[in-house]
């Protein structure tokens, strides 16, 4: 239809404004029409119904225009876009500014117009006759006032809201964005991915700047902003007409501040904490990593398997680097990390981009790379003069645990003592060390870091990597041992005869057997001695085979000379 719009208002102004303009300069005009008043029929009433219309409201509205004979006139329909007014300022005609008020969005209402209240005895010229009767089905849409704030209806709340949204956080959150009416125009979750912006600062419509100060994660919130606040006259492209207010229902996820630093939360330390985590640490920990809102990203549980890492060396992210130092053994800390000190804006696999991350820490166990062992005696008996030493031969018990007092292993268990000789690579390193000096009856706790123990690869199923030992070990039994590098020592004098007394048979030659008799006979005798913890006849073997020059399985006399006189750490 083409009313001859004229060209000082754009976009053109529908029927009713025009016509108003038209009439309205004129006086009013004497009701000539067969129904004298304004009829209204409300045709439905929605349930819910906050705010109705008043005088000086502006209105979005749907209607069709008719005559009393059916024919129709004018629709918003055909124009595909609302009907945009201020209400009871003149702006419509005199009927229509009454029948609006009172409505409440997606109220549809149908009215009759008498024309002493719409175009009266003029009409308009080619459209409304003289003296028309109008009837229009009104459908509201929108209503606002210039007087209108940002309204918010907090409808869940969760029960910890340690922190609140500030001007200039960063927010991640989830939106469904509707009209007035209920249509949606938009949705977070069509693109599965939060709504990430900044605060306060202009990032967001003005309302929206305002609707979401003061919410805490897992809240949810219903933020209703005039257009005035939101897309104003133009609206936004084609989603967001002219003059609409904007209804966000937005669940706030995600928190934190370009300033924040890390936070460390909910700290339980145990009563004996002799030592803090310094920069340089490995430590093994476990964890569970969610995000704010509570939704899990990973576990170290779930791979049945410590995170074992140097600390404050760039090894894991920064916040981390820093959340676990001046953790003690055994502690548990929650330490939550703004996505600048933990994956950014990109995130990382399921970790979405600027997400703060919440991990809650159980501390295993750390020690230094440069840690040696550490021994705590526990008891000495009054005469602790003989002190264990290399070559010893040692009968002790022990209990092995992990730093979390996990039990390893115990000699308890097995019923008999574990025996070594001291010095000879029989145990780990650190063991070897921690039974150093210690007296018959002595207890001692020995703890042993990982490269003095069973290194970064533990033992399969006993033993985790990297993990620091504890053992208590009380020492049963001493036998000393020989000098360093002897196997068999005499006590005494050396017969000067020797070989004459070994060859038993005086052949001139001295087989194994005459050999090992002899030699055990002289220990049975205590005037010899052999290396204790190790095999006697082994020992004895690898005598005669040092002494057998040419390997004849005989030993003659010159090679009992030669050997003699050889070395000063030949065994005889
Ligand atoms: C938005 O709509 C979706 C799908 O209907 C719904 O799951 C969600 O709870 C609504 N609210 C928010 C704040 O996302
Ligand atoms: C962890 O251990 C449990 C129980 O021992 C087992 O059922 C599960 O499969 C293990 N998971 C992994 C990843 O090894
Ligand atoms: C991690 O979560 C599991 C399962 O909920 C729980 O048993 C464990 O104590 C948690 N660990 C920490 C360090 O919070
Ligand atoms: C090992 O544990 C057992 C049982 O708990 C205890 O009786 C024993 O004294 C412990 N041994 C050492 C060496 O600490
Ligand atoms: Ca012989």
């Not at 329909?77 to 009907?83: A, E, G, L, M, Q």
């Not at 703004?338 to 970790?351: A, D, K, T, W």
């Not at 690579?425 to 123990?453: A, N």
């Amino acid at each position: 239809m083409a009313f001859g719009a004229p060209s000082w208002r754009p976009p053109p102004p529908p029927l009713l404004l025009l016509l108003l303009w038209v009439t309205g300069q004129a006086a009013p005009v004497a009701g000539l029409g067969s129904d004298a008043e304004l009829h209204i029929e409300r045709r439905f009433v929605p349930d819910e119904c906050p705010r109705t219309v008043r005088s000086g409201d502006f209105v979005r509205y749907h209607y069709v225009g008719t005559f009393p004979d059916g024919q129709k006139f004018d629709s918003s329909y055909d124009r595909d876009s609302t009907f945009n007014v201020f209400v009871g300022k003149g702006q419509l005609i005199a009927g229509m500014d009454q029948a609006l008020v009172g409505m409440c969005v997606n109220e549809r209402r149908f009215v009759k117009i008498p024309p002493k209240l719409a175009y009266g005895s003029e009409g308009v010229s080619g459209v409304i006759p003289p003296n028309s009767v109008l009837h229009f089905d009104v459908l509201l849409m929108d209503i606002w006032n210039s007087e209108d704030q940002v309204q918010i209806h907090t409808y869940f709340k969760p029960p910890s809201c340690p922190r609140t949204i500030q001007v200039s956080d960063f927010v991640r959150y989830h939106y469904n964005g509707t009209f007035l009416d209920g249509t949606l125009f938009d949705s977070s979750h069509n693109r599965m991915k939060t709504y990430d912006t900044y605060v306060g600062i202009g990032w967001l419509i003005p309302g929206m700047d305002k609707g979401l100060l003061g919410m805490c994660v897992g809240e949810k919130r219903i933020i209703t902003i005039p257009p005035f606040l939101a897309y104003g006259e133009e609206g936004d492209g084609k989603d967001i007409p002219g003059q609409a207010s904007l209804v966000f229902d937005v669940a706030l996820l995600d928190l934190h501040n370009p300033k924040d630093s890390i936070s460390i939360e909910n700290k339980v330390v145990p009563e004996n904490c002799e030592r803090r985590s310094q920069s340089g640490d490995f430590l093994r920990y476990h964890y569970n990593g969610t995000l704010l809102d509570g939704t899990f990203f990973d576990s170290s549980y779930s791979r049945n398997r410590t995170f074992d890492t140097y600390i404050g060396q760039g090894y894991v992210i920064p916040g981390m680097d820093e959340g676990l130092l001046g953790v003690c053994i055994g502690e548990k800390r929650r330490i939550v990390v703004p996505p600048h000190l933990g994956y950014g804006e990109e995130g990382r696999g399921n970790i979405p981009g600027s997400a703060v991350l919440v991990f809650d820490i159980h501390v295993i166990d750390f020690h230094n790379p440069s840690d040696s062992i550490s021994i705590t005696s526990h008891y000495k008996p009054p005469d602790c003069s003989v002190l264990s030493k290399k070559g010893d031969y040692l009968k002790y018990h022990y209990n092995a645990s992990l730093l979390d007092g996990t039990l390893l292993d115990s000699t308890w268990n097995l019923g008999k003592t574990y025996n070594i000789v001291l010095g000879s690579g029989q145990v780990v390193l650190g063991m070897d060390m921690g039974l150093r000096e210690m007296c018959v009856g002595e207890k001692r706790t020995v703890i042993i870091p990982p490269h003095l123990g069973y290194g970064e690869a533990g033992v399969d199923g006993e033993v985790p990597g990297s993990a620091v030992l504890v053992f208590d070990v009380e020492l049963l039994e001493l036998v000393a041992g020989l000098p360093e590098g002897y196997m068999f020592i005499w006590n005494g004098e050396v017969s000067p005869n020797l070989f004459e007394e070994i060859d038993k048979d005086g052949n001139g030659e001295v087989v194994l057997e005459e050999f090992s008799e002899y030699i055990h006979a002289q220990v049975a005798s205590g005037k010899g001695k052999l290396a204790p913890g190790f095999d006697a006849d082994m020992i004895v073997k690898n005598m005669f085979t040092n002494q057998d020059r040419n390997g004849d399985g005989k030993v003659t006399a010159e090679e009992f000379k030669l050997k003699d006189q050889e070395a000063k750490h030949d065994e005889l």
